[in-house]
């Protein structure tokens, strides 16, 4: 599957963006999907994530409360609300996906595939 993320911007402290993430391809309804966001001088680190039949949603601690994953099949698109930003949230953001043997927490997993970032910035 190819990725592509789109939505970033600069935006105040407090404010909102939505991202998104556009699928390639008619076998979306069978990826496990996510985000992940990498700060300047930080590691990669996971964001949120959604089952492929998005029965199940998982949050960064970070963003829990603030931050809502989404998908839409009929669209192949993923979605990343994010609201009360903070400076802190300043990264670019990716959007991945991944399909394989069901993995109970995917927080932890791998995704194998990856679309090429966006860059959200948040000014304080």
């Known amino acids: 599957v190819q990725l592509q993320a789109s939505g970033g911007g600069l935006v105040q402290a407090g404010g909102s963006l939505r991202l998104s993430c556009a699928a390639s391809?008619?076998?979306?309804?069978?990826?496990?999907m996510g985000w992940f966001r990498q700060a300047p001088g930080k590691e990669r680190e996971f964001v949120a994530a959604i089952r492929l039949g998005g029965g199940s949603i998982y949050y960064a601690d970070s963003v829990k409360g603030r931050f809502t994953i989404s998908r839409d099949s009929s669209k192949n698109t993923m979605y990343l609300q994010m609201n009360s930003l903070r400076p802190d949230d300043t990264a670019i953001y990716y959007c991945a996906a991944r399909r394989g043997p069901y993995y109970s927490d995917l927080r932890k997993a791998d995704f194998g595939s990856w679309g090429q970032g966006t860059q959200v910035t948040v000014s304080s």
């Open positions: 391809g008619r076998t979306f309804n069978t990826y496990d």
